[in-house]
Each structure stands twice: as structure tokens, then as C-alpha cells.
């Protein structure tokens, strides 16, 4: 991930952690979040499964429209 290597060449030139992710806009929390022990973590956003909605049409009512 670009942020995080941005970063970590940012810290790596004496640079601290909330002043190098104010640049890009992003909270050092959010850096921490993207970070564990050294590793940048997957994205999982889009894989995590979601329940259906509770007012989700059926399809007999989806065909009824």
C-alpha cells in the first residue's frame, strides 16, 4: 500500500508517525489499523460477508412489482 510505504520512509527519515499521516490526510489510527507488528494487512472490506437486510423484497414480491 502506497500510504504506508510513504510512511514508513517518511519515519525512517526521522519523521514522527501523527505529523507523516497528517500529510496524506489519514489519522494514525487509521495507519495503526493498516499496520500490525510491521506488516500491512489485507483489505477485507470487500470480502466480508454481510447479512441480508431485514426489509429485503422476496422474489414473489420483487415479482409482483
Same mark, same amino acid.
Given at each position: 500500500?502506497?500510504?504506508?510505504?510513504?510512511?514508513?520512509?517518511?519515519?525512517?527519515?526521522?519523521?514522527?508517525?501523527?505529523?507523516?499521516?497528517?500529510?496524506?490526510?489519514?489519522?494514525a489510527?487509521?495507519?495503526?489499523?493498516?499496520?500490525?507488528?510491521?506488516?500491512?494487512?489485507?483489505? #477485507?472490506?470487500?470480502?466480508?460477508?454481510?447479512?441480508?437486510?431485514?426489509?429485503?423484497?422476496?422474489?414473489?414480491?420483487?415479482? #409482483?412489482?
Amino acid at each position: 500500500m502506497l500510504a504506508v510505504e510513504l510512511i514508513d520512509e517518511a519515519r525512517g527519515n526521522g519523521a514522527r508517525l501523527i505529523p507523516a499521516c497528517d500529510v496524506l490526510n489519514i489519522s494514525a489510527i487509521t495507519y495503526q489499523r493498516w499496520v500490525n507488528n510491521g506488516n500491512v494487512l489485507e483489505y #477485507k472490506r470487500p470480502t466480508v460477508v454481510r447479512p441480508t437486510p431485514k426489509n429485503t423484497l422476496t422474489e414473489a414480491e420483487k415479482e #409482483k412489482l
